[in-house]
Structures are given as structure tokens and as C-alpha cells.
């Protein structure tokens, strides 16, 4: 079954933000790459995104449905253009970019129960993992992301921290006015 990819030219793809209970989130550390980034994967032609979301969750790190509590999920797509040296053409559909659903789960097990594993694929996305503070993710990842995970942290944080996020780092305005530009 193939990637859904729109008429547009945007293939839909799922976003995972795996929080634990003091608030860090996981980041994975792209395979053979220094770039860092949330679990991510593309939802199949007629795949229901909620269940993309699973499958992606137990192909990229290795953790079952069970393991987690769904807590949110951006309302809409938050989609992003590809910069052109990264468009493949010529197999299939040309895809520009991606439309992303982003989720926000929490660990519903002990932490030291959990194993993250790579090797749920034939081609792993990540081959390291850590810990981050929620807002980091936006100054670890590949540039045209950034104004993607600035919008999806911004919309996911009031369920992330209902009693209140935890404060924007000094530099978070210099990228969310990126953002609007």
C-alpha cells in the first residue's frame, strides 16, 4: 500500500510527540545523520490517521498502543513545502511537500519498562534517542520544519501542561517570528 499523496502534492503524514511525566519529550536521532527530530511517518492510501499513528509509533520506536495515552492532537493538517533539492520526481506521484497531523501521547507505563527499539523496520529512522525540554525540538530540527514545530507545540502545549507550559526559552521569539514571515 503506497503513501497517500494529495492532489496538491502534499503527502499526509502523522507527527508524534511522546512526552513523559516531567514534561521532556522524546527526540530520535536521524539514522547515519546529525539531525534530530519526532517520530514521523506517512499515512497509506485509505489508512485511517489515528491508525497510521499507531503503526508509525511501534515502527519508529518500537512502543505498542497500550504503552501510551493519547492526550491531543492538532485540530487541522500544519502543512510544509519541501526545499527543492528535496522534491523526488519520477517515481510516482511528485510530492512537494508533507501535510501533517500531529499527536501528543504520554507514556502510560513506567519508564523503566519501556525499550526503544529501531529495529521495527527494514529501514530504521532513528539510531539514538533523548530526552529534550518541551520547546527544544524547535532549534533541533532540519530548518523547514522549524515553522512547523512551532505551530504544533504552540497548539499541543495547553494539553501538554494544563495547568500552564513551562516558559518560552529566550531565543523561542526570534524563530516564531519566522514563522509568521
Known amino acids: 500500500m503506497s503513501d497517500w499523496i494529495d492532489a496538491e502534492g502534499y503527502r499526509a503524514n502523522v507527527g508524534i510527540v511522546l512526552m513523559r511525566d516531567n514534561g521532556e519529550v522524546f527526540l530520535g536521532q536521524r539514522t547515519g545523520k546529525r539531525g534530530w527530530q519526532f517520530p514521523q511517518g506517512g499515512v497509506r492510501q485509505g489508512e485511517p490517521v489515528e ?3 499507531y503503526r508509525e509509533l ?3 520506536i518500537g512502543l505498542a498502543r497500550p504503552q ?3 492526550v491531543g492532537s492538532t485540530a487541522d493538517w500544519i502543512r510544509y513545502d519541501l526545499p527543492k533539492r528535496y522534491v523526488r520526481r519520477g517515481r510516482g506521484p511528485t ?3 508533507q501535510k ?3 499527536f501528543l501521547l504520554k507514556l502510560a ?3 523503566a519498562v519501556v525499550d526503544f527499539k529501531f529495529t521495527n523496520t527494514n529501514e530504521p529512522e532513528f539510531d539514538g534517542w ?3 525540554n518541551y520547546w527544544e525540538p524547535v532549534r533541533e530540527v532540519i530548518y523547514f520544519k ?3 514545530y512551532v505551530r504544533m507545540l504552540t497548539e499541543l502545549s495547553a494539553a501538554a501542561f494544563p495547568a500552564g507550559a513551562p516558559p518560552l526559552p529566550e531565543w523561542w521569539q526570534a524563530e516564531a517570528a519566522a514563522v509568521e514571515n
Open 68 to 70: 501510551v495515552t493519547l
Open 130 to 132: 533523548r530526552w529534550a
Open 95 to 97: 510530492c512537494i511537500g
Open 100 to 102: 501533517q497531523r500531529w
Open 51 to 53: 491508525q497510521a499513528l
Open 109 to 111: 507505563v513506567p519508564e
Open 146 to 148: 522549524r515553522p512547523v
Open 58 to 60: 511501534e515502527e519508529e
